[in-house]
């Protein structure tokens, strides 16, 4: 029923050198300041997110012997360092067009060091799991729609399309190393209930904050173009439902999200030059 990938996973690390400057527009995902507002809050959690899930997938290397796993922990954990330093360089920009980018990251920070310090190793590698779930589903659906990738600035379209191939390659890294060390079933689906409902409010007050922060006034008409672009009957969360709750199935695999043919596509489309 549900058929595992039938490509032996590859986890590349690439150089992306993200270009923004002047020219970018501030509104740079279709002049709509809505859409633009929950990417850039998404996009600020990520250095501190990614270090995270480093941190969390790390603190279990030494008791893993699997020399294969060990190598992906490996290739997973460059391409967060890479996804870390391109975010860092996009967030500055965020806060040169005027938004709180720097205050919001430190933020999330102090909120993640205070969550990770006070849980066990155990649960902060489920925690991780659980968002890298999320972040394999969102960056499946972002690349299933080219034609939304379309609407943004080019090398910001490029920055989450290159970040989303790479998410979907190593979508079953954290997972396997949570099985191979951890294996409670139990904490692993809590631990997803738990982030799902912090993720969806944390995302909600970070879109809110940087919209409040806009100096543009509301419009309706674009505020319902974000509504369809993310909700209408093409829109970019339609397949995320069921994608979601795969995860609370007892023989949920990451690598179940059939992916190759996407993957091909967006390569051949979003990295041709990137090394
Ligand atoms: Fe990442
Ligand atoms: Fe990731």
Not at 211 to 231: E, H, N, Y
């Amino acid at each position: 029923m549900h058929a595992v990938a039938s490509r032996e996973e590859s986890i590349t690390v690439r150089r992306l050198d993200l270009e923004v400057g002047e020219e970018t527009p501030t509104y740079w995902f279709d002049d709509n300041q809505y859409l633009t507002a929950l990417l850039n809050g998404l996009a600020i959690t990520f250095p501190p997110g990614e270090r995270f899930f480093i941190r969390s997938v790390k603190h279990f290397m030494a008791g893993i012997d699997d020399p294969k796993l060990t190598e992906r922990v490996r290739a997973f954990t460059g391409q967060e360092a890479m996804h870390t330093k391109e975010h860092l360089t996009f967030n500055r920009f965020l806060d040169g067009r005027g938004f709180p980018a720097k205050a919001m990251e430190d933020f999330v920070t102090r909120r993640i060091g205070k969550i990770q310090s006070e849980s066990t190793p155990a649960a902060n590698l489920a925690r991780t799991a659980a968002l890298e779930h999320f972040t394999a589903i969102l960056a499946t659906a972002l690349l299933e729609h080219p034609e939304i990738l379309d609407r943004m600035d080019p090398a910001v379209a490029k920055l989450w399309a290159w970040h989303a191939i790479e998410e979907i390659e190593h979508r079953s890294v954290a997972f396997d190393v949570y099985k191979e060390a951890v294996d409670d079933e139990e904490l692993r689906l809590r631990m997803m209930r738990v982030t799902t409902i912090i993720f969806l409010l944390a995302n909600i007050v970070r879109t809110h904050i940087l919209i409040k922060a806009s100096p543009r006034p509301f419009d309706a008409r674009r505020a319902l173009g974000a509504v369809k672009t993310l909700f209408g009957r093409r829109g970019l969360l339609r397949k995320i439902g069921p994608r979601y709750l795969a995860y609370y199935r007892k023989d949920f695999h990451p690598s179940e999200l059939e992916a190759d043919e996407l993957l091909d596509r967006a390569k051949a489309e979003y990295l041709q030059e990137v090394a």
